[in-house]
Structures are given as structure tokens and as C-alpha cells.
């Protein structure tokens, strides 16, 4: 089992920056890639990026790539998301997940273990 918290969301206008957490307990975290989806209302689930669990490699959804940061510190079980120059199109609930199964780090399908999710709100 795994279980993880994510932090950081809030109100922030649009060009600002946000910092996003998700501290994991429970099972060995550096054996999992991380990835961290968002959901608005209305709309399904969505990728956002993902971290192989050496941090090796990374993956953004092209709608965040060279905006947003994904990283990792095992040590600390804890995994990051920087997102700078937000928008307002970026509000949405904001979900950390430890991947299970498959091959696919873009479809939440591939994910186990989820958070309970913290808002992001970015004003125009």
C-alpha cells in the first residue's frame, strides 16, 4: 500500500508560480513512477507529467511542457511539481499517483495508488 498527500495548491493570478507536493508513506516510493494528472469540472482526468523512479526520465503533456517542473526526492519520499507561468485554463483539482500497471505513464488507467487531490485556482 501506498498512500500520498499531496500540498501546495491555492489561489494564484495568472503568470505566478505554485509549488505542488505529494508526500508518500507506506511501501518502498523509490520503486514506482510518479505522475501527477488534473482534473477540472466537467472534464475527465488529464496527464500532466510523470517521473521514472530515479528521476531519470520525465514527461510532460505538451499543454505544460517548458511551464511545469516534475521532480523527486526519494529520500524523502516526496515527489514536486513547479508550475510557473500559470493560466487560468491550469485551474483544476490537482492529483499525485504511483504507477502500477502497464507500460503507459499518460493514462491514469496505468496508476494505483492516488491522492485525495488539492485545488489549484489561477485568476485571469
Known amino acids: 500500500q501506498v498512500q500520498l498527500v499531496e500540498s501546495g495548491g491555492g489561489l494564484v493570478q495568472a503568470g505566478g508560480s505554485l509549488r505542488l507536493s505529494c508526500a508518500a508513506s507506506?511501501?518502498?516510493?523509490?520503486?514506482?513512477?510518479m505522475g501527477w494528472f488534473r482534473q477540472s469540472p466537467g472534464k475527465e482526468r488529464e496527464f500532466v507529467a510523470a517521473?521514472?523512479?530515479?528521476?531519470?526520465?520525465?514527461y510532460y503533456a505538451d499543454s505544460v511542457k517548458g511551464r511545469f517542473t516534475i521532480s523527486r526526492d526519494n529520500a524523502k519520499n516526496t515527489v514536486y511539481l513547479q508550475m510557473n507561468s500559470l493560466k487560468p485554463e491550469d485551474t483544476a483539482v490537482y492529483y499525485c499517483?504511483?504507477?502500477?500497471?502497464?507500460?503507459?505513464?499518460?493514462?491514469?488507467?496505468?496508476?494505483?495508488?492516488w491522492g485525495q487531490g488539492t485545488h489549484v485556482t489561477v485568476s485571469s
Open positions: 507506506g511501501r518502498t516510493f523509490s520503486t514506482n513512477t
Open positions: 517521473i521514472t523512479r530515479s528521476g531519470g526520465s520525465t
Open positions: 499517483a504511483a504507477q502500477l500497471y502497464g507500460n503507459s505513464v499518460h493514462s491514469p488507467r496505468s496508476y494505483g495508488y
